[in-house]
């Protein structure tokens, strides 16, 4: 079963300190929730743990499976496991979204052997599901998408690429409420014992679609505090004061 | 018959001179035959220019200087990359106006034309005439006085070069022509061998002057702008805002002017350099401008280019040291008759250092708006940034834009872009107005200042004013727009 | 050069001399840097005298036995030898090498070819010295598709001069592509004229691929005469210098040009690579657009002018420039420019110059691909997207190819 384990982490960008160390551990069949407040540092950690080169960590660790990933590249990442669904993902101009998922699917999974017919046939399944059309993949990746569409096709690279620790940031902004219905079904869909699940949000909407069995708040560069789903219910009605008051 | 163009001809000649000579091809290309048409005597020679170190009294190395950038005009060649500069009469140019003649300039001799402008501007008489040159100061005495003794008590030098030179003879060798050496281009050497007049501001470090110092306040100087020479150093940490010339028209006897203008940005300082010209349309304005920039230090240059036959000005930015910074905002107008060929350079010496040029030109009848640029990333100018926005506006259907940026990047993390657009106004726009009550001069100027919007309110708002004001009074004697 | 006049009269003493004539005379009128309204004078391909004279006198070294053509083409040139299929000729086209044209299709040569003189100095030179070169004429109302290949060894130098008339209404689709055999440092000029008649539209797929020690020079002309339409793909991948010149004459009203261009500058190459418009016709668009790779001690730089000419109103011009450097030692340069010269046009230009986006490769990372293939990833799609739009899969095959060859791992801007 995986486990993500993150210690004392402390992250930085342009020199100013945004984490300030961050506990949480994340097992195969767990789902959590990190709220927090805007500027709380909830997408510096997604962008952290994924090794963005703008970010510094000035300290603790971050461990999937037992394997230190604190300093490792972002495809080195990638291939243990660790998957972030970006909240807004960059558009890369004249490169097919085929060839993309093709090229990324070959160096995180190269045991398996598939042929090239065979995994745009599961692409095809897929895209149909989150509700992409058939002629994305011929398009540029991100490249003149809708925000929603961009969303579709953050999960289709999760489901195609089958990582085994999942971080959604803010995932629900930009997306109806229809888009939103299939991308939860989709995530759920995936969902089981050997994948965790870190869905960052600032509103509640998401989570309930899907249902978060840990809930943690963040504030100013730390987990405040930790619960279950009646915080996220709590925070719906009363917002975040109460914690920073507590 | 004699008289007639023989291709063959000229074609045998051609080939007999490369058969029987060794001329080198360069002496029988057609594109580069200037010669030097002043040699001795006429217009300026080395005794004109002994005359005026003479007259200013200046020390021994000031007068060698002079000389040694006489040379060096003289070899230069005049440059033919850019506008046509035949119309330059050299010899009868006065390349010295002493100043006991300055008040020679009659208001009966200002033409008409000027004096109509001033009127409709609405310019008190005392101001057209400081503006015409029959004035040599413009009276402020009592404004700056005041001035003059809280920023003395700071330590501020604020006086025309001569004097500075005089009072402040190593703190002017420290700067003067470091930026812009006489060897930079032929009429920076001219400038090096005649200069006369121009400021000298000093401020110490860690000084902030709030207000704009303005050239008005600058007593005793000559107000000839021909050939000004001036140089303003922000010491680290300062923060200066200086600003030039004027947006009413500046009649001059002269038709050629040639200024010098250095800015030393130290570590941490800010400067900001605002200029609008508007000389009469007999001038050929040739100014060289340059800032150095340190470490973490910020330059602005915001300039109107309004008046004169041909003007070529390109305010250059040299950013030396990490994080240094150069924004460069500029107006051209292009009246009928008129080329103006402005632009910017930054050069990126340094790592993380950024640049922003914003260049708007408007063409009216046959003028012509070119901007020319350089914009340079040296190797080791790490993420260094730069864009550069140029905007043209033809007004009528003669009216002429030309766009000649030059982009050398040789860092590999350095960012660069450039864009330009040609446009003219919209028929929907001016439609638009019109529908609304407007005639059809206001929409059009309505419009063409919208177009300047940015750059107008980086401008001090007397120049503001003015230059509203002059753009309406262009395009009102146009009457019909578009 | 001061012998080249009694070669002019005697060697090159052919139906074309006053033409050649008129060009030398040309030639010695012009600048050194010719380039329109130069600020710096700075050549970025340094092509001498000594080169040029080489080029002009010529040399043709035999070509090595194993020359392989593409089979599928339709004109194969190997040196000055032109051979067209037969099916090509039964359509009533004219293919022929210019030395054979100049004598048998005298009347076409004068129309066209002899009112219609270069603009740079190096293009006059070729006009006047050219030993032979390609002749096309494509009847009235055809609908045809042909692929020349040409081949010379690396070692030859030679000035050609081809021609391509394209009758009213004709609809071609040419692909030209340019290779070496042997090796050697060859000097290999080449000045390329197209004359569109009314409503005639050509695609044009060009491929410059020869050994990394050949000087290539080439200067493409389109004289498009009303309602034209001339779509031009071209690709410089190959030579040690290339001096890569392309500029319309738009003289005829709605004629319409487009440029998709893409190079790669690699090792010590350089590229000089130009698209301009030059528009007199009343209505007339131009669409420029350009990329290229600069990896290595290589330098690209790209120049294009929009020239909208006072009787051209109801004029457009767009010219777009975007250079990738992705070395340290290389270097990259950009010179657009506008000149516009009435104001009922539209006209537009950008350039930029850069490293591959940060966030775009980081995005690629973060799904598993590795530093250099996300590079070669965002290279190929840089310039793919261009040259996919000549629909031509060999070209795209190739643009991949180049971008993958490129071996992006000496270094990267970041990491």
């Known amino acids: 079963m995986p486990e993500l384990a993150i210690r004392e982490l402390s992250a930085s960008v342009e020199n100013k300190q945004i984490l300030k160390g961050v506990n949480l551990t994340v097992r195969g069949g767990e789902i959590h929730a990190l709220m927090g407040p805007n500027g709380a540092g909830k997408s510096t950690l997604g962008n952290v743990l994924i090794g963005h080169p703008n970010y510094q960590i000035t300290g603790g660790t971050i461990e999937l499976n037992g394997t230190d990933l604190t300093h490792k590249t972002p495809e080195e990442r990638a291939r243990a496991g660790l998957f972030l669904a970006f909240q807004s993902p960059v558009a890369v101009v004249g490169v097919k979204l085929s060839t993309f998922l093709r090229t990324a699917y070959r160096q995180v999974h190269p045991e398996d052997k598939v042929s090239l017919q065979q995994f745009y046939d599961r692409m095809k399944v897929h895209m149909r599901r989150v509700g992409l059309d058939e002629s994305f993949m011929s398009r540029s990746v991100n490249d003149g998408f809708s925000g929603g569409e961009r969303k579709r096709f953050e999960i289709l690279q999760m489901v195609m690429l089958r990582p085994k620790i999942v971080i959604l940031d803010e995932i629900d902004s930009g997306l109806d409420v229809d888009a939103l219905k299939l991308v939860a079904d989709e995530i759920s869909e995936y969902y089981n014992d050997e994948v965790g699940f870190l869905i960052i949000t600032h509103y509640q909407r998401i989570l309930k679609n899907i249902a978060p069995q840990f809930v943690h708040i963040l504030i100013d560069g730390k987990v405040a505090m930790d619960g279950n789903r009646d915080l996220s219910l709590r925070i719906e009605e009363e917002g975040y004061d109460w914690i920073k008051n507590a | ?482 | 050069m001061e012998n080249y006049p009694e070669t002019l009269k005697t060697i090159l003493n052919d139906e074309a001399y006053g033409y050649r004539r008129d060009a030398f005379l040309a030639f010695l009128k012009s600048p050194v840097r010719d380039y329109k309204e130069s600020p710096t004078v700075k050549d970025y391909v340094e092509i001498s005298d000594k080169d040029l004279e080489k080029m002009i006198y010529g040399e043709i070294s035999d070509t090595s036995a194993d020359i392989i053509f593409d089979q599928d083409a339709d004109i194969k040139i190997i040196n000055d030898e032109v051979t067209a299929s037969d099916q090509l000729l039964q359509k009533g086209v004219i293919v022929c090498d210019m030395i054979t044209a100049i004598s048998r299709h005298k009347l076409l040569f004068e129309k066209y070819i002899v009112p219609r003189h270069g603009t740079e100095r190096i293009e006059h030179l070729i006009n006047s010295s050219w030993r032979n070169g390609l002749f096309i004429y494509i009847p009235e109302n055809s609908r045809l598709k042909i692929k020349i290949h040409n081949l010379s060894d690396a070692a030859s130098s030679f000035a050609y001069k081809s021609a391509i008339i394209c009758g009213k209404d004709s609809q071609v689709e040419l692909t030209d592509i340019y290779g070496s055999t042997g090796s050697g440092n060859g000097i290999q000029g080449k000045n390329v004229y197209f004359f569109l008649d009314e409503y005639s539209k050509v695609k044009y797929h060009y491929l410059q691929d020869k050994m990394d020690t050949v000087t290539d020079i080439t200067f493409v002309r389109q004289y498009q005469d009303r309602f034209s339409e001339f779509s031009f793909f071209h690709i410089n991948h190959g030579s040690s210098r290339v001096l890569f010149s392309n500029e319309s004459r738009q003289f005829g009203a709605s004629s319409d040009f487009r440029v998709y261009g893409v190079n790669f500058s690699t090792n010590s190459q350089k590229m000089d690579i130009r698209d301009s418009s030059f528009q007199e016709g009343v209505g007339s668009s131009a669409d420029i657009q350009v990329r290229g790779v600069v990896t290595g001690s290589s330098s690209t730089i790209h120049r294009g002018n929009i020239d909208l000419e006072e009787i051209a109103i109801k004029s457009s011009g767009f010219y777009d420039s975007k250079i990738l450097l992705l070395s340290r030692e290389g270097y990259a340069n950009s010179k657009p420019g506008l000149m516009i010269k009435n104001n009922d046009t539209r006209s537009k230009h950008g350039s930029s110059i850069s490293n591959v986006d940060e966030e775009q490769i980081f995005y690629l990372r973060s799904r598993g691909i590795d530093l250099n293939t996300a590079t070669g990833l965002v290279t190929a799609g840089f310039v793919g997207s261009i040259i996919e739009k000549a629909n031509n899969q060999e070209f795209t095959r190739k643009v991949y190819e180049y971008a993958e060859g490129l071996g992006i791992n000496a270094f990267l801007g970041t990491n």
């Open chain 2, 1 to 482: 018959m004699e008289s007639e163009y023989s291709k063959d001809a000229e074609m045998e000649r051609l080939l007999e001179d490369l058969r029987t000579s060794n001329i080198r091809k360069e002496d029988w290309e057609f594109h580069d035959n200037h010669k030097p048409t002043y040699s001795t005597g006429i217009g300026i020679n080395r005794k004109v220019v002994e005359e005026i170190s003479d007259i200013k009294n200046e020390p021994d190395w000031m007068r060698r200087f002079r000389l040694k950038s006489l040379e060096i005009f003289l070899a230069k060649p005049v440059p033919t990359w850019g506008p046509d500069l035949s119309g330059i009469d050299w010899e009868n140019t006065n390349y010295y106006t002493r100043p006991d003649e300055i008040n020679a300039n009659k208001w009966e001799d200002v033409p008409d034309e000027i004096k109509d402008t001033f009127t409709k501007l609405g310019v008190p008489e005392m101001e057209q005439k400081y503006l015409a040159g029959s004035v040599a100061q413009y009276d402020s005495e009592g404004v700056y006085h005041n001035l003059k003794k809280v920023w003395e008590d700071k330590g501020v030098v604020f006086m025309d070069l001569d004097s500075a030179i005089r009072e402040h003879p190593d703190l002017v060798k420290d700067y003067f022509c470091r930026a812009v050496p006489a060897t930079d281009n032929k009429f920076a050497a001219l400038n090096g061998a005649v200069w006369s007049g121009g400021s000298f501001l000093y401020v110490p470090k860690g000084v902030h002057i709030d207000m704009p110092l303005q050239t008005y306040f600058r007593m005793n100087g000559e107000a000839t702008g021909q050939f000004e020479h001036t140089i303003v150093v922000a010491d680290e940490g300062s923060k200066v805002h200086y600003i030039e010339g004027c947006t009413a028209p500046k009649y001059d006897r002269n038709s050629l002017h040639s200024a010098i203008v250095e800015i030393y940005v130290k570590k941490n300082a800010q400067a900001r350099y605002t200029s609008v010209q508007n000389w009469s349309k007999s001038v050929y304005n040739m100014p060289t401008k340059r800032a150095w920039v340190d470490e973490n230090a910020k330059m602005e240059w915001v300039g109107g280019s309004l008046g004169s036959k041909v003007t070529m000005l390109y305010p250059s930015s040299y950013l030396r040291g990490p994080y240094a910074s150069a924004h460069n905002l500029n107006v051209s107008l292009a009246g009928p008759g008129t080329v103006k060929d402005t632009g910017a350079k930054a050069l990126h010496l340094a790592p993380y250092t950024s640049s922003k040029i914003v260049a708007k030109s408007i063409s009216i009848e046959d003028g012509k708006a070119i901007y020319r640029g350089l914009l340079r990333m040296n190797k080791g100018a790490i993420h260094s940034k730069s864009h550069v926005q140029c905007d043209a506006l033809l007004i009528n259907d003669k009216s002429q834009s030309f766009t000649y940026p030059h982009d050398e990047i040789y860092e590999p993390t350095a960012t660069f872009g450039h864009e330009a657009t040609v446009g003219r106004i919209g028929t929907d726009e001016l439609t638009y107005l019109r529908s609304r009550g407007l005639s059809e001069d206001e929409a059009s100027s309505m419009i063409v200042l919208g177009f300047l919007d940015d750059v107008m309110k980086e401008i001090p708002m007397e120049f503001a004013v003015e230059m509203n004001r002059l753009i309406k009074l262009e395009m009102g004697k146009l009457g019909a727009v578009g």
